[in-house]
């Protein structure tokens, strides 16, 4: 199964420039120790960079993707999120064991985005590609719900920490087209000039941003966080040690 070490990152340039040259997404820059022990101890005045590009983004769309959202996950169409807004879920396998823990977006009236940790993504895509697990006898939901991985299409950027919305704001500038979602929310903003999809997340008392852009202008825009001197980037090992702290 892949995960962040097989992931071949549009951002690796700026990796090795950093001192990871492994390839994939960075466990850590340097010692791996060193890193882990002054983020733990500083993570609640300094805000953080890391590459999540390996995290599974799949796109459902189509007349009936509500339909295919409420049937893979057993959940009322009632209680999904209304367009622009986030909740997260748990997709359970047939024998009750956890698939997946996954973030449900809903970025338009019959479009979905699922994000998906990347020790999970081939799972979490092999389960929802298979008909009798997601739509039982239903099957005529499959022919007007579109499942797309996009994992490739978009590179993935987290900003956390003390600052990040002000840091967030200042890359947009005074583009009146890009405030700031709320809290548990999507939307649409232009970061130093790049378009961009940013998931408001209500982790590290809201200062936590998941940004998603075009790979081809992943760098510009990882340069641009980078530009701001108390920003310090970490690997994808100590991110999730700071996460689950």
Request: aromatic fraction near 8%; hydrophobic fraction near 40%; charge should be negative.
């Amino acid at each position: 199964m892949s995960g962040n070490g097989s992931y071949a990152s549009p951002l690796h340039q700026e990796h090795e420039a950093l001192g990871w040259d492994k390839g994939g997404i960075p466990l850590y820059y340097g010692d791996a120790r060193e890193e882990m022990d002054f983020v733990l101890a500083n993570i609640d005045n300094q805000p953080v960079l890391s590459d999540i590009s390996a995290k599974g983004k799949f796109r459902i769309a189509g007349p009936k993707a509500l339909d295919f959202i409420s049937s893979a996950f057993g959940c009322p169409t009632s209680l999904l999120p209304d367009v622009g807004q986030g909740i997260g879920a748990s997709l359970m396998k047939d024998d009750g064991r956890i698939a997946g823990r996954i973030h449900i977006l809903r970025s338009g009236d019959s479009e979905f985005m699922l994000l998906v940790p990347p020790s999970n993504r081939e799972d979490c895509y092999a389960w929802l590609d298979e008909a009798n697990c997601i739509l039982g006898a239903d099957a005529a939901i499959r022919d007007v719900a579109v499942l797309e991985d996009q994992t490739h299409s978009l590179a993935g950027i987290l900003l956390a920490g003390p600052e990040a919305s002000s840091i967030l704001q200042e890359l947009a500038g005074q583009n009146a087209a890009s405030s700031i979602p709320p809290v548990h929310s999507l939307g649409l903003m232009v970061l130093d000039t790049v378009p961009a999809l940013v998931f408001h997340s209500p982790a590290f008392d809201g200062e936590y941003f998941e940004i998603y852009c075009p790979p081809t202008r992943a760098a510009g825009l990882w340069r641009a966080f980078m530009s701001f001197a108390q920003v310090m980037p970490i690997g994808s090992r100590t991110l999730e040690s700071i996460i689950d702290r």
